[in-house]
Structures are given as structure tokens and as C-alpha cells.
């Protein structure tokens, strides 16, 4: 066992040698662990739809992402300890960079001492950093992580998509779609600046690679936009525009909004969408967030000579903002009828009251709507969640 300068002087070492980078995953966690006098380590991803939990090393030995002590890590990021099989301890760490959620790490000691913990936080935090670094061009972890063939409009827009979770101490905004390798027009997007929560969920006409063309245009013309400062209404605009020179055969639904982080105000522009849902105080303020819909985008918003319009809200701590399209609520159950609004809603008030993350709670909810499926979805369905507390002081 290395102590405790021995272990900070390797790990040096192994930071700053230049061949680090280039190296693959499972070496970089053997060595890194051998750096910090951990004795054995072994990272497990979460696969696309979050069920199940897939090392790295051994694609045989995935484990429930609900009914194992890694996959309870996993759902309330917290650390878990129990005796290993082998000999020794297992201490099970949450792969987390920023607010998305990775997979687990397994450090494996013959005993745990708080020394022993703290590398091994080192080495979770390290390691998560590494994958984010790598998954964007290492078809290892694509692999890794799916189960099933994907189709070629859900790889495209797929191709598009943020982090599912990207947040602050402040503010979390999460979210879910499937079906998770045969997605038609459904997307979400998020990012943040220093003072503002940038969200939307858009929802494309049909479900084929004109449907992902069409929301892929509209991902990229919203951001173009926003990355010159535009404001709400300007970034409507420029979605418009770009669909009805590119694409004037096609139309985009959907809801965008911005967030100020400091005062909880909250500003959104329907564009022929369902409207938003607000839950305060473990219930739904029933028509908070109903307003007149705009147009779709694309060529119908050209067609006629009314401004868009751009809503506002004041958001209470701990509020939580419900973006989604109709394939969430149109849903079918296994006996025929829709899994609805306030089955939907209900979950969502459920798992607030109980304490459970942002994330987790979305994760739970479209595993729900799968579940009670007869068959495949017959409609994207897709679900942000946005959750909100002022900074202090």
C-alpha cells in the first residue's frame, strides 16, 4: 500500500505523463489505481436506457441498475460499501461529471480507511472526466452501453444531443426520450451561462430521417442564435427562418424557454406545443402554464402576420418545470388506454415527495411508460424536467 506521499507523487506522475491521454480506459484505471495504492478498480457504465449497468472489462457481468447495490449508487449518487465475494471490501462510487450521471466505480481493498475512500473519490472523479473526454470518439463505449441495433434517424439525433443532465448547485435540468434506438423527430436541448438556463423539446412532423432533418436544423438554427446572444423571441425567429429556406416542406412544434438563475424568472415561447407543467409544493398548479399556442415553426409561422409571443413566470425554490411531447401522455398501457396527463403528473409528485433526484425521477417515469406499453412506442416520447433553488447570500 502506497502511502500517503508515495500515492499523491505517483499520481503526479501518472497526470503529467504525456502517453496518459492516449491511453485506453481500462489501463488508465489499472494504472490510476495503482497510483493512488488502490488494489483493484473497475468501471461500469450505464447503458442507453439506464437499465442495466455494463463494465468495462466483462459485458457478461452487467448488473440491474434497480435491484443491485451498484445500481443504488447509481440512482441516489452515494457511496455504498459491502464485502466483496472475494475478499476484502467493495466501495461502490458514483461516475459523475457535473450533474450527468455516468455509471459506478467498484474499488475493491482489503480494507476501507478513510484514506482508502478519499483516493478512491479521487479516482471516481478523475475517471469520470476521462469518459466524457473519450465517449464522443471512442466506439468502445458506444458498444458498450447499447443493446440493440439503432436506427438511422434515432443516430443522427442522437448525434445532436447535450449531456441527458447538465446543472448547478442551483439548478438541474434533466431529461429522457425514447423510443431510445428508433427515435423519429424528437429532441431536447439544454446548456447553461453564468446567468441563464437555456432549455427546449421540439417534436418534428413524422417519425422518419425527414422528421430528424427537420429537428436537427431546428437544434442547430436555436443554437447558432443563442451563441450570439439572441434573445427568446429572436431565437424563434431564426428556427423559422432556417426551416423555410431548408426545409419548406417540413414544420417543428415545440417549447423553448430561458431561465434566470438568480431571480427565478422564467420566460418560454409555445410554438404549437403541449404547454408546460409546473409542480409546486408536491402538486400541479393546474393551468399555471397554459397560454394561447403559437404557431409551429418552420413555413406556418411565415405565413402569418402575428408576432410570437414570449410568456413569463416567477418560479418558486424548488419548483419543477415539465417540458414533453404528446407521445408521453398518448401513450398506450397494456389495456388499451392512454397513460395520460395525470398518471404522468401523479409519478412526477410521487417521487418529489419521496426525495428522489431529478434524474432518477425521470429515468423511473419512462421506464414506467415503457413498461406499461403493449409493444413498441408508437410516438417519440420525451420528457425535461427543469428543478430550481435561488443562490443564497
Known amino acids: ?20 491521454p492516449a491511453l485506453d480506459l481500462t489501463t488508465a484505471v489499472a494504472r490510476c489505481s495503482k497510483a493512488l495504492g488502490l488494489q483493484h478498480s473497475v468501471v461500469y457504465l450505464a447503458d442507453l436506457q439506464q437499465r442495466r449497468l455494463i463494465p468495462l472489462t466483462d459485458v457478461t457481468s452487467a448488473m440491474p441498475i434497480d435491484e443491485s447495490l451498484a445500481g443504488w449508487t447509481y440512482r441516489t449518487q452515494s457511496l455504498r460499501v459491502e464485502e466483496s465475494e472475494s475478499g476484502g471490501m467493495t466501495a461502490w462510487l458514483p461516475l459523475v461529471d457535473g450533474a450527468e450521471r455516468l455509471g459506478v466505480l467498484a474499488v475493491n481493498q482489503p480494507a476501507l480507511t478513510p484514506q482508502s475512500l478519499r483516493r478512491s473519490r479521487t479516482l471516481a472523479t478523475l475517471l469520470a472526466m476521462m469518459v466524457t473526454s473519450k465517449r464522443a470518439y471512442k466506439e468502445t463505449f ?12 434515432a443516430e443522427m439525433l442522437r448525434a445532436f444531443l447535450p449531456p441527458r443532465t447538465i446543472g448547478t448547485a442551483h439548478v438541474v435540468s434533466t431529461a429522457v426520450l425514447e423510443p ?3 427515435l423519429g423527430g424528437d429532441a431536447f436541448d439544454h446548456s447553461l451561462t453564468e446567468t441563464t438556463l437555456h432549455a ?6 413524422g417519425h422518419n430521417l425527414a422528421s430528424g432533418l427537420t429537428t436537427a436544423v431546428s437544434l442547430a438554427a436555436c443554437r447558432n442564435a443563442r451563441r450570439t446572444g439572441a434573445d427568446l423571441p429572436e431565437l424563434v425567429k431564426c428556427v423559422d427562418e ?22 427565478g424568472l422564467l420566460r418560454w415561447s409555445n410554438c404549437g406545443h403541449p404547454a408546460p407543467l409546473l409542480i409546486r409544493d408536491r402538486r400541479l398548479l393546474v393551468d399555471a402554464m397554459e397560454r394561447e399556442a ?10 402569418t402576420d402575428r408576432p410570437r409571443l414570449t ?11 415539465l417540458l414533453y411531447t404528446d407521445g408521453v401522455t398518448e401513450a ?7 397513460f395520460g396527463l395525470e398518471r404522468f403528473v401523479d409519478e412526477v409528485i410521487r417521487a418529489t415527495a419521496a426525495g428522489e433526484l431529478a434524474p432518477e425521477t425521470l429515468r423511473r417515469l419512462i421506464h414506467s411508460i415503457l413498461d406499461a406499453q403493449p409493444g413498441r412506442l408508437r410516438d417519440d416520447a420525451t420528457i425535461l424536467m427543469i428543478e430550481w433553488w435561488p443562490p443564497t447570500g
Not at 403559437?294 to 405565413?303: I, K, Q, S, V, Y
Not at 398506450?332 to 392512454?338: C, E, F, K, S
Request: aromatic share 4%.
Open 1 to 20: 500500500m502506497a502511502t500517503g506521499e508515495t500515492g499523491d507523487g505517483l499520481l503526479e506522475e501518472f497526470l503529467a505523463d504525456p502517453e496518459t
Open 142 to 153: 458506444v458498444r458498450r452501453t447499447r443493446t440493440e441495433p439503432m436506427r438511422l434517424p
Open 180 to 182: 431510445a434506438y428508433e
Open 200 to 205: 427546449s423539446v421540439l417534436d418534428a412532423m
Open 242 to 263: 432556417a426551416l423555410s429556406e431548408w426545409l419548406p416542406d417540413q414544420f417543428c412544434t415545440g417549447v423553448l424557454l430561458q431561465l434566470d438563475l438568480h431571480s
Open 294 to 303: 403559437d404557431p409551429p415553426m418552420g413555413l406556418p409561422a411565415l405565413l
Open 311 to 321: 410568456h413569463e413566470i416567477e418560479l418558486h425554490p424548488g419548483d419543477r418545470v
Open 332 to 338: 398506450r398501457t397494456r389495456d388499451g388506454d392512454m
